[in-house]
């Protein structure tokens, strides 16, 4: 028997993009993963295209996912192209109805998942361990593993019923985290609001980023100069 040999595995964190509105968060997000240089698996939902479609005009395709994910994560919040830049050589993309894809094993190596953003309908599918698509198949995977899945849910008013799936995700292991950016970090532009967001998806998941500036205890010190 050949002797084994160790070899450094790649293992990312899944994204999932389900169809509510924010696609700004997932893109900071994933930018954020990127410049911590972190890998990452990419699913993007059958719904979340069309709110892509509306929110940035951007048309997500499976054949030319690659030019549509640098077209998507160099806008910024305010839909202004060209605002950042970002390396995609450590993404990989599966289609959401790729059933057989690497994730939906829970042989396959990731860190966690993030669902960003996650709308009440992804929510209850994960709840209720319905996997009727790759996104929702790889969230009950995680669960399952007792790997980090956090569920960035951008909804409001909440239902009763959504409430209660939330509970039980929750206590599945799951961080809830609903997308409410704060003010208190010294926002003065849009993207400083995805970004708190995308920041604590991030927290959340053990990822060091530079998104927002922290609470260190002082008030006012938001609105003084940025430290260097």
């Known amino acids: 028997m050949e002797p084994y040999e160790h070899t450094t595995q790649r293992r990312p964190w899944v994204v999932g ?9 997932a893109a ?10 972190e890998a990452v698996d990419l699913v993007v939902s059958r719904a979340s ?3 892509l479609l509306d929110e940035t005009q951007i048309a997500f395709r499976d054949a030319h996912w690659r030019e549509d994910l640098r077209d998507w994560l160099a806008l910024g919040a305010d839909g202004k192209p060209g605002t950042f830049e970002a390396d995609l050589a450590r993404v990989r993309y599966w289609p959401a109805g ?43 995977v995680t669960l399952k593993e007792r790997r980090p899945l956090v569920v960035a849910v951008r909804e409001t ?12 995700l929750d206590e599945a ?23 708190f967001v995308a920041g604590r998806v ?27």
């Open 98 to 140: 790729d059933l057989a894809a690497g994730p939906s094993s829970g042989s396959y190596a990731v860190k966690g998942m993030l669902i960003v953003p996650a709308s009440t309908a992804c929510v209850a599918g994960v709840a209720l361990g319905l996997s009727k698509d790759l996104l929702q198949r790889v969230a009950s």
């Open 17 to 25: 993009v389900s169809g509510a509105s924010g696609t700004p968060y």
């Open 157 to 168: 008013p909440l239902s009763g019923q959504t409430l209660k799936q939330l509970v039980a």
């Open 202 to 228: 991030l927290d959340a998941a053990g990822v060091p980023h530079q998104l927002y500036r922290r609470w260190k205890g002082e008030l006012g010190a938001a609105r003084s100069p940025a430290e260097d």
């Open 173 to 195: 292991g799951a961080v809830v985290l609903p997308a409410s950016p704060a003010f208190y970090a010294g926002a003065t532009h849009i993207q400083d609001l995805v970004d």
């Open 28 to 37: 900071s997000v994933l930018r954020g993963l990127l410049a911590a240089g």
């Open 49 to 51: 295209r069309l709110t």
